[in-house]
Nanobody, 125 residues
Framework: QVQLVESGGGLVQAGGSLRLSCAPSGRTASNYVIGWFRQAPGKEREFVAGISRGGGTTYYADSVKGRFTISRDSAKKTVSLQMNSLKPDDTAVYYC??????????????????WGQGTQVTVSS
């Protein structure tokens, strides 16, 4: 059974940076499309960024474009989300998720089959 484990969340001041990692256990991340989502208190879980199986295609929500970068490591065992120029509005629990069967980067929660437990990101003003 594949599980996803996120790490790297924390507290940072506005304008700062954090790097989140998503590590699938049991399988290599290159087998799956990986997406990052976030959920702020009282809000719906929303798509942040996604990366294709081979890493050649990425897709970002407009709210993070130019500030966040999703990537795979050289061994394709983890997927990272580099978050720069963080804003208080970026405060949320961040989740990584995997599409087990599709080749396309989905932007809806329903397109993802497997979810991590989430990691808290808090940006202070």
């Amino acid at each position: 059974q594949v599980q996803l484990v996120e790490s790297g969340g924390g507290l940072v001041q506005a304008g700062g940076s954090l790097r989140l990692s998503c590590a699938p256990s049991g399988r290599t991340a290159s087998n799956y499309v990986i997406g990052w989502f976030r959920q702020a208190p009282g809000k719906e879980r929303e798509f942040v960024a996604g990366i294709s199986r081979g890493g050649g295609t990425t897709y970002y929500a407009d709210s993070v474009k130019g500030r966040f970068t999703i990537s795979r490591d050289s061994a394709k065992k983890t997927v990272s989300l580099q978050m720069n120029s963080l804003k208080p509005d970026d405060t949320a629990v961040y989740y990584c998720a995997a599409e087990l069967w599709s080749l396309q980067i989905g932007t809806r929660k329903s397109e993802y089959d497997l979810w991590g437990q989430g990691t808290q990101v808090t940006v202070s003003s």
